[in-house]
Protein backbone atom coordinates (compact mmCIF):
# COMPACT_ATOMS: atom_id res chain seq x y z
CA UNK A 1 0.00 0.00 0.00
CA UNK A 2 1.11 3.89 -1.07
CA UNK A 3 2.50 6.08 2.45
CA UNK A 4 -0.21 7.78 4.08
CA UNK A 5 -2.63 10.22 2.55
CA UNK A 6 -2.09 13.63 4.21
CA UNK A 7 -5.54 15.32 3.59
CA UNK A 8 -4.00 18.95 3.38
CA UNK A 9 -7.29 20.82 2.12
CA UNK A 10 -6.83 24.45 3.96
CA UNK A 11 -10.56 23.66 5.95
CA UNK A 12 -9.49 20.63 7.47
CA UNK A 13 -5.95 22.22 8.26
CA UNK A 14 -7.92 24.99 9.49
CA UNK A 15 -10.37 23.38 11.68
CA UNK A 16 -7.21 20.88 13.10
CA UNK A 17 -5.43 23.95 14.62
CA UNK A 18 -8.18 24.96 16.11
CA UNK A 19 -8.87 21.26 18.16
CA UNK A 20 -5.18 20.95 18.87
CA UNK A 21 -5.83 24.63 20.84
CA UNK A 22 -6.07 23.44 24.68
CA UNK A 23 -7.99 26.22 25.39
CA UNK A 24 -10.91 25.23 22.76
CA UNK A 25 -13.62 23.45 24.70
CA UNK A 26 -15.20 20.45 24.46
CA UNK A 27 -18.25 21.22 22.53
CA UNK A 28 -16.44 22.99 19.71
CA UNK A 29 -13.55 20.39 19.96
CA UNK A 30 -16.99 17.70 19.21
CA UNK A 31 -18.10 19.81 16.08
CA UNK A 32 -15.05 20.82 14.47
CA UNK A 33 -14.05 16.67 15.01
CA UNK A 34 -17.48 15.89 13.03
CA UNK A 35 -16.68 18.73 10.89
CA UNK A 36 -12.87 17.61 9.71
CA UNK A 37 -14.71 13.83 9.27
CA UNK A 38 -16.79 15.05 6.96
CA UNK A 39 -14.23 16.39 4.68
CA UNK A 40 -12.04 13.40 4.97
CA UNK A 41 -14.65 11.20 4.16
CA UNK A 42 -14.63 13.05 0.62
CA UNK A 43 -11.32 11.97 0.33
CA UNK A 44 -11.51 8.76 2.02
CA UNK A 45 -14.13 7.99 -1.11
CA UNK A 46 -12.71 9.70 -3.56
CA UNK A 47 -11.61 5.82 -5.92
CA UNK A 48 -15.41 5.06 -5.22
CA UNK A 49 -16.65 3.55 -9.11
CA UNK A 50 -19.60 5.21 -10.81
CA UNK A 51 -21.56 3.74 -13.41
CA UNK A 52 -23.33 5.74 -16.05
CA UNK A 53 -27.52 5.82 -15.51
CA UNK A 54 -30.21 7.66 -17.92
CA UNK A 55 -32.23 10.07 -16.64
CA UNK A 56 -34.62 12.66 -17.46
CA UNK A 57 -34.03 16.30 -16.73
CA UNK A 58 -36.39 18.41 -16.61
CA UNK A 59 -35.02 19.73 -20.12
CA UNK A 60 -33.42 16.83 -21.64
CA UNK A 61 -32.97 13.01 -21.11
CA UNK A 62 -29.49 12.54 -20.74
CA UNK A 63 -26.77 10.38 -19.59
CA UNK A 64 -25.39 10.97 -16.03
CA UNK A 65 -23.28 8.97 -13.09
CA UNK A 66 -24.27 7.42 -9.97
CA UNK A 67 -22.10 5.58 -7.81
CA UNK A 68 -22.24 1.94 -8.44
CA UNK A 69 -23.15 0.18 -5.95
CA UNK A 70 -20.93 -0.20 -3.26
CA UNK A 71 -21.66 -0.67 -0.04
CA UNK A 72 -19.82 0.82 2.69
CA UNK A 73 -19.38 0.27 6.66
CA UNK A 74 -17.45 3.22 9.18
CA UNK A 75 -16.53 1.24 11.87
CA UNK A 76 -15.22 3.95 15.02
CA UNK A 77 -13.05 2.54 17.39
CA UNK A 78 -14.47 3.68 20.60
CA UNK A 79 -14.77 5.80 22.08
CA UNK A 80 -12.73 8.30 20.20
CA UNK A 81 -14.19 7.29 17.09
CA UNK A 82 -17.65 7.53 17.88
CA UNK A 83 -16.64 11.45 16.96
CA UNK A 84 -16.06 10.81 13.64
CA UNK A 85 -19.09 8.70 13.10
CA UNK A 86 -21.72 11.78 12.14
CA UNK A 87 -19.44 13.54 9.79
CA UNK A 88 -19.20 10.80 7.58
CA UNK A 89 -22.15 9.73 8.10
CA UNK A 90 -23.51 12.93 6.95
CA UNK A 91 -21.67 12.48 3.19
CA UNK A 92 -22.61 8.46 3.46
CA UNK A 93 -26.12 8.17 5.17
CA UNK A 94 -26.80 4.34 3.78
CA UNK A 95 -22.96 3.38 5.17
CA UNK A 96 -23.61 0.50 8.03
CA UNK A 97 -21.88 1.01 11.60
CA UNK A 98 -19.95 -1.38 13.68
CA UNK A 99 -18.09 -0.77 16.56
CA UNK A 100 -15.05 -1.45 18.56
CA UNK A 101 -14.34 -0.87 21.80
CA UNK A 102 -10.51 -0.69 22.61
CA UNK A 103 -8.92 1.00 25.62
CA UNK A 104 -4.98 1.47 26.17
CA UNK A 105 -3.63 0.70 29.32
CA UNK A 106 -2.51 3.67 30.87
CA UNK A 107 1.15 2.06 32.03
CA UNK A 108 1.85 -0.28 29.48
CA UNK A 109 -0.35 1.86 26.62
CA UNK A 110 -1.14 -1.95 24.96
CA UNK A 111 -4.76 -2.09 23.26
CA UNK A 112 -7.95 -3.77 24.95
CA UNK A 113 -10.55 -4.84 23.07
CA UNK A 114 -13.92 -4.59 25.36
CA UNK A 115 -16.56 -4.46 22.41
CA UNK A 116 -17.00 -5.71 19.29
CA UNK A 117 -20.25 -5.62 16.93
CA UNK A 118 -20.01 -5.67 13.21
CA UNK A 119 -22.65 -5.43 10.99
CA UNK A 120 -23.88 -8.66 9.50
CA UNK A 121 -22.56 -8.23 5.50
CA UNK A 122 -19.47 -6.68 6.41
CA UNK A 123 -17.69 -9.37 3.96
CA UNK A 124 -19.82 -7.60 1.25
CA UNK A 125 -18.77 -4.35 2.55
CA UNK A 126 -15.53 -1.65 1.90
CA UNK A 127 -14.87 -0.74 5.56
CA UNK A 128 -13.56 2.91 6.94
CA UNK A 129 -12.34 2.77 10.91
CA UNK A 130 -12.47 6.08 12.49
CA UNK A 131 -10.08 6.84 15.11
CA UNK A 132 -9.07 10.88 15.61
CA UNK A 133 -5.61 8.88 16.79
CA UNK A 134 -2.50 6.58 15.37
CA UNK A 135 -0.40 7.00 18.55
CA UNK A 136 1.31 3.15 18.85
CA UNK A 137 -0.54 2.05 16.34
CA UNK A 138 -1.82 -0.90 18.27
CA UNK A 139 -5.46 0.15 18.93
CA UNK A 140 -5.68 0.33 14.94
CA UNK A 141 -3.91 -2.90 14.49
CA UNK A 142 -5.92 -4.89 16.59
CA UNK A 143 -8.96 -3.31 15.70
CA UNK A 144 -8.52 -4.28 12.08
CA UNK A 145 -7.69 -8.23 13.15
CA UNK A 146 -10.79 -8.20 14.30
CA UNK A 147 -12.60 -6.83 11.06
CA UNK A 148 -10.65 -8.77 8.94
CA UNK A 149 -11.53 -11.97 10.58
CA UNK A 150 -15.24 -11.12 8.93
CA UNK A 151 -13.67 -10.78 5.03
CA UNK A 152 -14.39 -7.23 4.05
CA UNK A 153 -13.89 -6.40 0.62
CA UNK A 154 -11.13 -3.68 1.87
CA UNK A 155 -9.83 -1.60 4.93
CA UNK A 156 -9.36 2.22 4.85
CA UNK A 157 -7.84 3.62 8.32
CA UNK A 158 -8.84 7.44 8.82
CA UNK A 159 -7.61 9.31 11.74
CA UNK A 160 -7.22 13.11 11.97
CA UNK A 161 -3.51 12.99 14.09
CA UNK A 162 -0.78 10.22 13.36
CA UNK A 163 2.66 9.64 14.78
CA UNK A 164 5.09 8.45 12.52
CA UNK A 165 5.53 5.02 15.10
CA UNK A 166 1.95 4.48 14.56
CA UNK A 167 2.19 4.72 10.52
CA UNK A 168 5.02 2.40 10.51
CA UNK A 169 3.32 -0.16 12.67
CA UNK A 170 -0.09 -0.05 11.09
CA UNK A 171 1.14 0.00 8.03
CA UNK A 172 3.93 -3.07 8.62
CA UNK A 173 1.00 -4.75 10.26
CA UNK A 174 -1.85 -4.48 7.53
CA UNK A 175 0.28 -2.94 4.33
CA UNK A 176 -3.07 -3.35 2.22
CA UNK A 177 -4.93 -0.59 4.18
CA UNK A 178 -4.41 3.00 3.47
CA UNK A 179 -3.89 5.32 5.93
CA UNK A 180 -5.49 8.42 5.60
CA UNK A 181 -4.79 11.44 8.48
CA UNK A 182 -4.88 15.35 8.77
CA UNK A 183 -1.55 15.39 10.07
CA UNK A 184 1.49 13.21 10.35
CA UNK A 185 3.02 14.53 13.71
CA UNK A 186 6.83 14.58 15.03
CA UNK A 187 7.15 12.27 17.75
CA UNK A 188 4.62 9.67 20.44
CA UNK A 189 6.27 11.57 24.18
CA UNK A 190 7.26 8.75 26.96
CA UNK A 191 3.46 8.24 27.67
CA UNK A 192 2.79 7.38 24.35
CA UNK A 193 0.93 10.98 23.42
CA UNK A 194 1.35 12.51 19.91
CA UNK A 195 3.58 15.62 19.79
CA UNK A 196 2.60 18.20 19.36
CA UNK A 197 -0.98 16.38 18.65
CA UNK A 198 -4.35 17.14 20.53
CA UNK A 199 -4.10 15.81 23.84
CA UNK A 200 -6.43 12.95 24.36
CA UNK A 201 -9.40 12.80 22.06
CA UNK A 202 -11.59 10.63 24.17
CA UNK A 203 -11.33 12.78 26.87
CA UNK A 204 -12.06 16.09 24.94
CA UNK A 205 -14.81 15.06 22.59
CA UNK A 206 -16.72 13.83 25.56
CA UNK A 207 -15.49 16.07 28.24
CA UNK A 208 -14.38 13.66 30.68
CA UNK A 209 -11.34 15.06 31.94
C1 LIG B 1 -7.03 6.53 22.16
C2 LIG B 1 -7.35 6.80 20.71
C3 LIG B 1 -6.95 5.52 20.04
C4 LIG B 1 -5.76 5.09 20.84
C5 LIG B 1 -4.52 5.43 20.08
O1 LIG B 1 -8.03 5.79 22.74
O2 LIG B 1 -8.68 7.17 20.48
O3 LIG B 1 -7.96 4.53 20.06
O4 LIG B 1 -5.80 5.82 22.07
O5 LIG B 1 -3.41 4.95 20.72
P1 LIG B 1 -2.51 3.76 20.12
O6 LIG B 1 -2.32 4.07 18.68
O7 LIG B 1 -1.24 3.88 20.93
O8 LIG B 1 -3.22 2.47 20.36
P2 LIG B 1 -8.05 5.48 24.31
O9 LIG B 1 -7.44 4.15 24.58
O10 LIG B 1 -7.50 6.65 25.05
O11 LIG B 1 -9.59 5.29 24.59
P3 LIG B 1 -10.80 6.33 24.48
O12 LIG B 1 -11.04 6.57 23.01
O13 LIG B 1 -11.90 5.59 25.15
O14 LIG B 1 -10.41 7.58 25.21
N1 LIG C 1 -4.61 8.66 22.46
C1 LIG C 1 -5.00 9.96 22.44
O1 LIG C 1 -6.18 10.26 22.63
N2 LIG C 1 -4.07 10.88 22.22
C2 LIG C 1 -2.78 10.59 21.99
O2 LIG C 1 -1.97 11.51 21.77
C3 LIG C 1 -2.40 9.24 22.02
C4 LIG C 1 -3.34 8.29 22.25
Same mark, same amino acid.
Given at each position: ????????????????????? /???? !????????????????????????? /????????????????? !???????????????????????????? /?????????????????????????????????????????????????????????? !????????????????????????????????????????????????????????
Amino acid at each position: MSAPIITNHPLIQHKLTLIRD /KNTP !SKDFREMVTEIAMLMCYEATRDLPL /KEIEIETPITVTKANII !SGRKLAFVPILRAGLGMCDGMLQLVPAA /KIGHIGMYRDPITHEPHEYYCKLPADIDERDVIVLDPMLATGGSAIDAINAIKKRNPH !SIKFVCICAAPEGVAALTEAHPDVQIYTAALDEKLNDNKYIVPGLGDAGDRIFGTK
